[in-house]
Protein backbone atom coordinates (compact mmCIF):
# COMPACT_ATOMS: atom_id res chain seq x y z
CA UNK A 1 0.00 0.00 0.00
CA UNK A 2 1.07 3.10 -0.81
CA UNK A 3 0.27 6.70 1.44
CA UNK A 4 1.25 10.45 0.48
CA UNK A 5 2.42 12.66 3.99
CA UNK A 6 1.85 15.67 3.55
CA UNK A 7 3.63 17.45 6.30
CA UNK A 8 5.69 21.05 6.35
CA UNK A 9 7.10 19.82 9.78
CA UNK A 10 10.44 18.25 8.72
CA UNK A 11 11.31 16.51 12.07
CA UNK A 12 7.12 15.12 12.42
CA UNK A 13 7.22 13.94 8.41
CA UNK A 14 10.63 12.20 9.21
CA UNK A 15 9.03 10.33 12.01
CA UNK A 16 5.86 9.02 10.07
CA UNK A 17 7.62 8.10 7.16
CA UNK A 18 9.97 5.87 9.32
CA UNK A 19 7.09 4.43 11.91
CA UNK A 20 4.42 3.84 8.88
CA UNK A 21 7.63 2.25 6.18
CA UNK A 22 8.23 -0.11 9.33
CA UNK A 23 4.64 -0.91 9.33
CA UNK A 24 5.03 -2.48 5.40
CA UNK A 25 3.56 0.86 3.88
CA UNK A 26 5.67 3.12 1.00
CA UNK A 27 5.53 6.96 1.63
CA UNK A 28 6.19 9.68 -0.82
CA UNK A 29 6.41 12.46 1.25
CA UNK A 30 5.12 15.87 0.01
CA UNK A 31 6.49 19.63 2.21
CA UNK A 32 4.15 21.93 1.14
CA UNK A 33 0.17 21.85 -0.42
CA UNK A 34 1.73 22.97 -4.03
CA UNK A 35 4.11 19.73 -4.29
CA UNK A 36 1.15 17.84 -2.40
CA UNK A 37 -1.42 18.66 -4.52
CA UNK A 38 0.23 17.84 -7.54
CA UNK A 39 1.30 14.60 -6.29
CA UNK A 40 -1.82 13.42 -5.40
CA UNK A 41 -3.65 14.64 -8.34
CA UNK A 42 -0.99 13.00 -10.48
CA UNK A 43 0.05 9.82 -8.62
CA UNK A 44 -1.62 6.84 -6.87
CA UNK A 45 -1.99 6.65 -3.33
CA UNK A 46 -4.18 4.16 -1.76
CA UNK A 47 -4.28 6.79 1.66
CA UNK A 48 -2.98 10.49 1.92
CA UNK A 49 -2.18 11.57 5.63
CA UNK A 50 -2.39 15.65 4.82
CA UNK A 51 -1.87 18.02 7.55
CA UNK A 52 -4.02 21.71 7.34
CA UNK A 53 -1.47 24.27 7.80
CA UNK A 54 1.07 24.42 4.70
CA UNK A 55 2.36 26.91 3.18
CA UNK A 56 1.65 27.19 -0.37
CA UNK A 57 -2.19 26.01 -0.14
CA UNK A 58 -3.76 24.79 3.44
CA UNK A 59 -4.38 21.52 3.37
CA UNK A 60 -8.49 22.05 3.39
CA UNK A 61 -7.68 24.02 -0.15
CA UNK A 62 -5.88 21.01 -1.30
CA UNK A 63 -8.63 18.46 -0.13
CA UNK A 64 -11.07 20.48 -1.79
CA UNK A 65 -9.01 20.31 -5.18
CA UNK A 66 -8.97 16.71 -5.14
CA UNK A 67 -11.84 15.99 -4.53
CA UNK A 68 -12.73 17.71 -7.79
CA UNK A 69 -10.99 14.38 -9.56
CA UNK A 70 -10.09 11.67 -6.89
CA UNK A 71 -12.03 10.05 -3.69
CA UNK A 72 -8.26 8.91 -2.44
CA UNK A 73 -9.28 8.57 1.79
CA UNK A 74 -7.77 11.02 3.21
CA UNK A 75 -7.16 11.45 6.95
CA UNK A 76 -6.34 14.71 8.14
CA UNK A 77 -3.36 15.14 11.03
CA UNK A 78 -3.59 18.27 12.60
CA UNK A 79 -2.65 20.82 15.48
CA UNK A 80 -6.33 22.67 14.96
CA UNK A 81 -8.29 21.25 17.28
CA UNK A 82 -12.05 23.32 17.37
CA UNK A 83 -14.73 21.63 16.79
CA UNK A 84 -15.65 23.99 14.17
CA UNK A 85 -12.04 23.22 12.38
CA UNK A 86 -12.95 19.40 12.46
CA UNK A 87 -16.45 19.73 11.27
CA UNK A 88 -14.85 22.11 8.17
CA UNK A 89 -12.26 19.12 7.55
CA UNK A 90 -14.97 16.35 7.68
CA UNK A 91 -17.19 18.15 5.37
CA UNK A 92 -14.36 19.33 3.04
CA UNK A 93 -14.30 15.56 2.27
CA UNK A 94 -11.63 14.10 4.56
CA UNK A 95 -12.42 10.63 5.68
CA UNK A 96 -10.80 10.86 9.59
CA UNK A 97 -9.09 13.88 11.84
CA UNK A 98 -6.83 13.51 14.43
CA UNK A 99 -5.45 16.02 16.23
CA UNK A 100 -1.80 16.87 17.53
CA UNK A 101 -0.51 15.14 19.49
CA UNK A 102 -1.54 11.84 18.72
CA UNK A 103 -0.60 8.44 19.38
CA UNK A 104 1.10 6.63 16.52
CA UNK A 105 -0.86 3.23 17.34
CA UNK A 106 -4.28 5.17 16.88
CA UNK A 107 -2.89 6.60 13.58
CA UNK A 108 -1.98 3.05 12.33
CA UNK A 109 -5.40 1.70 13.15
CA UNK A 110 -7.49 4.56 11.56
CA UNK A 111 -5.30 3.95 8.65
CA UNK A 112 -5.61 0.24 8.72
CA UNK A 113 -9.92 1.12 9.19
CA UNK A 114 -9.75 3.46 5.84
CA UNK A 115 -8.06 0.83 4.07
CA UNK A 116 -10.20 -1.98 4.73
CA UNK A 117 -13.45 0.44 3.89
CA UNK A 118 -11.59 1.81 0.55
CA UNK A 119 -11.15 -2.49 -0.33
CA UNK A 120 -14.21 -3.05 1.01
CA UNK A 121 -13.64 -6.01 3.52
Request: glycine share 10%; proline share 2%; charged share 25%.
Amino acid sequence: MKLLIVEDEAKLADYLRKGLSEEGYVIDVAANGIDGLHMASHGHYDLIVLDTMLPGIDGFGLLAALRQSKQTPVIMLTARHRIEDRVRGLKAGADDYLVKPFAFSELVARIEVLLRRAAGT
